[in-house]
């Protein structure tokens, strides 16, 4: 059921959602199975698709049972077996354990999350490189600490967001691929060993799985968590230049600045003439709500101990999943509000000429220079902006 305490959550489908973790549980007992039986470890026989084994009722049933075993893989597993072939039953997770099955299938559902949230990065990136090609040279009044600072264009303004988005994307490609996790029990892939009889043939199996998951091959990661903090550090990146955005316009689209208007607000239920800027509000509620989840995942990441962590491993799922579920919402409404947001080039202009003070910097720079003031005033701003056009037209084209 979609979040009703998260409005826009059904933007997010079933990424990283309790299905697909599930799906993504199963896909990995499917996965290492089939490489049993490819290296010929174990028989032909015990070869079998175990999707076809679970109901749709299930899931509810793995919940709970979760609770027992302070994980949802073993109880999984078991209702896996009563239900498969003899072979197949004997030879289902044979090898991992259930930390490799769950952070596998982390991985999955997060690279599912990580590709849709590139694509959203990507989208801005050409509607904002639009802006700023459009609205190059329209004058817009800069603030600092909330005043009137300095001339400025809404080219330079729209340049400073796309900046912040290219920067996004950029912190994204550095997260290490998701990769699989098959070290067994200890992180010694004890069991594996044992089963194929050599060391050699049980990284051959966990490269197999890697492979046939289409994921990167890794070795043991079970008690260092950076694959997850750092993914989490990336969506945090992206929502807080997704707020940054937000507040901009909330500020612009105040009614008496009135340099921004989002292109369908929203209204309200008991004032008919509002037309609130909705999907600022809610970005800016992500921008807010979304760093504390990834400390969540640090504090969980510092608190690992020995070989599994009594706790802290268990405490990165749920954030992990809302924080990742929020940003590709996040992502679809920044890209939604950047198509159609309206920019009044007229109100903008009028605004920098209300503006009092503001030459008084260039005053000063032009009598220590020892030269009259002259121009608008605007510095480096064309070169300015044209570096950011360029950036963004080399990530476009690496990116096509």
């Given at each position: 059921m979609t979040d009703l305490f998260w409005p826009g959550d059904h933007r997010a489908g079933a990424l990283m959602s309790g299905g697909a973790f599930l799906d993504a549980l199963i896909a990995v007992e499917n996965a290492w199975l089939a490489v049993l039986v490819e290296h010929h470890v174990a028989p032909d026989s015990a070869a079998a698709e175990l999707g076809p084994l679970l109901r749709d009722a299930d899931r509810d049933?793995?919940?709970?049972?979760?609770?027992?075993?302070?994980?949802?893989?073993?109880?999984?597993?078991?209702?896996?077996?009563?239900?498969?072939?003899?072979?197949?039953?004997?030879?289902?997770?044979?090898?991992?354990?259930?930390?490799?099955?769950?952070?596998?299938?982390?991985?999955?559902?997060?690279?599912?999350?990580?590709?849709?949230?590139?694509?959203?990065?990507?989208?801005?990136?050409?509607?904002?490189?639009?802006?700023?090609?459009?609205?190059?040279?329209?004058?817009?009044?800069?603030?600092?600490?909330?005043?009137?600072?300095?001339p400025g264009s809404a080219g330079m303004k729209f340049a400073g967001w796309l900046g912040a988005i290219l920067d996004s994307a950029d912190t994204l490609a550095c997260v290490p691929a998701p990769a699989v996790q098959a070290g067994g029990a200890a992180g010694t892939m004890a069991a594996a060993t044992e089963l194929t009889g050599s060391a050699d043939r049980a990284l051959a199996l966990a490269d197999a799985l890697a492979a046939k998951l289409a994921l990167a091959t890794a070795l043991p990661w079970h008690t260092s968590r950076s694959r997850l903090t750092r993914a989490g550090d990336a969506l945090v990146t992206a929502c807080d230049c997704w707020g940054h955005i937000a507040?901009?316009?909330?500020?612009?689209?105040?009614?008496?600045?009135?340099?921004?208007?989002?292109?369908?607000?929203?209204?309200?239920?008991?004032?008919?003439?509002?037309?609130?800027?909705?999907?600022?509000?809610?970005?800016?509620?992500?921008?807010?709500?979304?760093?504390?989840?990834?400390?969540?995942?640090?504090?969980?990441?510092?608190?690992?101990?020995?070989?599994?962590?009594?706790?802290?491993?268990?405490?990165?799922?749920?954030?992990?999943?809302?924080?990742?579920?929020?940003?590709?919402?996040?992502?679809?409404?920044?890209?939604?509000?950047?198509?159609?947001?309206?920019?009044?080039?007229?109100?903008?202009?009028?605004?920098?000429?209300?503006?009092?003070?503001?030459?008084?910097?260039?005053?000063?720079?032009?009598?220590?220079?020892?030269?009259?003031?002259?121009?608008?005033?605007?510095?480096?701003?064309?070169?300015l902006v044209e570096a950011t056009l360029d950036r963004a037209a080399n990530f476009l084209k690496e990116n096509s």
């Open positions: 049933a793995v919940a709970a049972d979760a609770e027992r075993d302070g994980n949802p893989v073993t109880g999984l597993v078991a209702m896996l077996r009563s239900r498969a072939g003899h072979d197949t039953a004997r030879w289902l997770h044979r090898g991992l354990t259930s930390q490799d099955v769950v952070d596998t299938a982390l991985m999955l559902c997060l690279r599912d999350v990580l590709t849709d949230v590139h694509t959203q990065l990507s989208a801005q990136v050409r509607v904002l490189a639009t802006m700023v090609r459009t609205h190059r040279t329209a004058p817009m009044l800069t603030r600092t600490l909330t005043q009137p600072a300095l507040n901009d316009i909330a500020v612009g689209g105040r009614r008496e600045i009135g340099e921004f208007a989002e292109g369908s607000g929203g209204g309200s239920s008991t004032m008919p003439h509002k037309n609130n800027p909705v999907l600022t509000v809610l970005l800016r509620r992500t921008a807010l709500t979304a760093p504390p989840l990834a400390a969540t995942l640090h504090a969980a990441s510092a608190a690992s101990v020995d070989e599994r962590a009594d706790g802290g491993w268990h405490a990165e799922w749920a954030p992990l999943r809302t924080l990742a579920r929020h940003a590709v919402v996040a992502a679809r409404h920044a890209t939604d509000l950047l198509t159609d947001l309206r920019f009044d080039a007229a109100r903008a202009e009028a605004n920098l000429i209300a503006a009092q003070g503001i030459t008084a910097e260039q005053q000063t720079m032009a009598a220590t220079a020892g030269h009259a003031p002259g121009g608008a005033y605007l510095g480096a701003t064309a070169p």
